[in-house]
């Protein structure tokens, strides 16, 4: 047994098949090329180590793996802990924290009952990075109808980016109303306002009726926020979205004729609101939507569904 510094067997449960220690101060001698402990029992550990305050088991190599574990039928480690981690991993500047790799099966699997199977955290980078060759660099799966297999949340900004093309095979939910781009907008507006074309490319308040340079109303008014925004560019105050499509709370004005449900509306001298288009010859080209609530007079603020006409 040249290869082996000790061998030991025990069939008795309260004692160790190996015991060694050092008491001398140099280096602890580890065979090269063999095995500097090695512990063997039919039905018991291989190897116990316990510790009332330090570590259990210490192993460290200056070249290799500092600790290896194999098994031909059950998982090579298993790691509990009543408190703490399970497992912990760390790692200098150039290495993994945690490695695990496999030929047919998961390089990693958690499973967790009532927490997060698998958790990942970073204060620099990705919390989570998934990259694959030949699949999906990341999959997810949920069985519940009302979860989603992979979800992003970020109050306070993005919660998803692609960078690539997208494709849906199902339903797209959006949770709310209208379709909207975004538009440079020269002076003070609010949501709800009808907005025309100025020489310049911008948007303003609509100020005469029937004004065929009518583009739409801005969105946010009301319940009804925008579904999707179209030229969303970052840092640009004066930029607002204009509901191009759908559903839009939108300031009208009565006093010129009363507005009912189902009538065609079009941009009015008061600055900023809409009135009923009335006469179709100058309608062409100015309409801005159909109302889906009525107003007898004055003005207000009406629910309408935008068609641009």
Do not use: W
Not at 47 to 70: I, K, Q, W
Not at 106 to 133: F, K, L
């Amino acid at each position: 047994m040249a290869d082996k510094i000790l061998d030991g067997t025990s069939s008795q449960t309260n004692q160790a098949a190996v015991k060694g220690e050092f008491t001398g101060t140099g280096p602890t001698y580890v065979h090269d090329g063999g095995k500097g402990i090695q512990g063997r029992s039919q039905n018991g550990y291989g190897v116990h180590g316990t510790s009332v305050v330090g570590r259990g088991v210490v192993a460290e190599s200056d070249t290799n793996y500092g600790l290896r574990a194999t098994s031909r039928t059950l998982s090579a480690a298993r790691c509990s802990s009543s408190e703490g981690s399970g497992v912990e991993g760390e790692a200098g500047s150039g290495g993994d924290g945690v490695r695990g790799t496999s030929i047919s099966g998961n390089g990693v699997h958690g499973i967790s009952d009532v927490g997060r199977g698998v958790y990942g955290q970073s204060n620099m980078q990705a919390g989570v990075v998934g990259e694959s060759n030949q699949f999906d660099g990341v999959f997810g799966i949920s069985h519940h109808p009302n979860h989603a297999g992979v979800s992003g949340h970020n109050p306070g900004g993005m919660a998803g980016f692609f960078n690539g093309d997208v494709v849906v095979t199902g339903d797209i939910r959006l949770l709310n109303a209208d379709l909207a781009e975004d538009f440079d907008v020269t002076d003070k507006t609010e949501p709800g306002e009808v907005m025309v074309l100025t020489e310049g490319g911008t948007l303003t308040q609509c100020s005469k009726a029937y004004d065929k340079k009518v583009v739409g109303v801005l969105s946010g008014a009301g319940s009804y926020k925008p579904g999707i925004i179209l030229d969303k560019q970052a840092n640009s105050a004066a930029r607002k979205p204009v509901a191009m499509m759908g559903k839009v709370y939108c300031k009208v004005d009565a006093d010129t004729a009363p507005i009912e449900m189902g009538d065609m509306l079009t941009s009015s001298a008061t600055p900023g609101y809409a009135m009923k288009a009335i006469d179709p010859s100058m309608a062409f080209g100015a309409v801005i939507g159909k109302a889906l609530s009525s107003l007898n007079k004055g003005k207000g603020l009406i629910p309408i569904l935008v068609v641009l006409q």
